[in-house]
């Protein structure tokens, strides 16, 4: 969780001190072409850039409800029945802080800058949303979710105690055979 909030921190400073807002820069255009930018934006909406009507809106209630998450992950992170639980809830947890507290709180928005270049699947969309280290972490996080709930916690077997009963006869050799 540290890791990812001082990560994540970290590159949107460098991109808010070096580049302009609305600028971008193309990273290894020798071997990738246009695929791979840097582009400083301020989203003061949720995912996608989707939000309420008003701005101040906006910040009060994505922080309300980054503030529940935080709660209901560390609940969850409590709850933990394994490692990879644990490390997708700390994922999560930096995400939502990085994101959503540290950012609404102090800018009243979240710094978005990393951009890249997606296949023609969906009409009119050249490009995927541009994104963050935050948002990376929650993806990964719910990736590693999904293949514990598939492979890893679906597949235990119960937990059988061996109790003996008090009628039960106990069986024990004689030590002079």
Known sequence: MVAVIALDQLTKY?????????DYVTVAEKWFGQIFQIHHLQNTGAAFSLSLPNPAWNQYFFVGIS???????LWLLVRATNKVQVVAFGLVLGGAIGNNLIDRLLFGAVTDF??????????????????NVADSAIFIAMCLLIVDI???????????????SPD??????????
Not at 14 to 20: D, G
Not at 114 to 131: A, E, L, Q, T, Y
């Open 14 to 22: 460098l991109v808010r001190m070096k580049l302009p807002l609305g």
């Open 67 to 73: 503030v529940l998450a935080v709660i209901f992950i």
């Open 114 to 131: 990393i951009s890249v270049d997606i296949p023609n699947i969906i009409p009119g969309m050249d490009r995927f949303p541009v994104f």
């Open 150 to 164: 598939l492979f890893l916690s679906g597949k235990k077997k119960p937990h059988q105690e061996l109790q003996a």
């Open 168 to 177: 039960a006869e106990i069986y024990l050799p004689d030590k002079e055979q």
